[in-house]
């Protein structure tokens, strides 16, 4: 009978764990933020502000220095964004002030301030 006990409590843990693991997948060069609310729907955008820190145009990212994101949940930080498209990376320069749009973890839009 304990064996059964024993199969029946390993059953509930396994179904128990599976809800926090599915929670980590989807996780790419952002998990710092696993702790600070999720990103928004794909469909829904965010804006911020943020300064340049760092543009690789070959690579289709841009690392900003960002304030906080309320509606993420974020505090001010510095991270690397992906862009969708590498021409909203024409004319920075390292130091500019930028307003951000996100749509979930991708800047689709940018501005200079």
Request: glycine share 8%; aromatic share 2%.
């Amino acid at each position: 009978m304990k064996t059964l006990s024993v199969a029946a409590s390993l059953a509930a843990l396994t179904l128990v764990a599976q809800p926090a693991a599915a929670q980590m997948t989807g996780m790419d060069d952002h998990a710092g933020h696993a702790g600070h609310g999720a990103a928004p729907a794909a469909a829904t955008s965010v804006e911020a502000v943020g300064v340049v820190r760092a543009l690789d145009a070959k690579a289709g990212k841009l690392t900003l220095a960002h304030e906080a994101i309320p509606a993420l949940k974020w505090p001010p930080m510095t991270m690397a964004f992906k862009v969708a498209d590498p021409e909203l990376l024409n004319g920075l320069t390292v130091g500019k002030k930028v307003r951000f749009k996100l749509q979930g973890q991708t800047i689709v839009g940018l501005t200079a301030l």
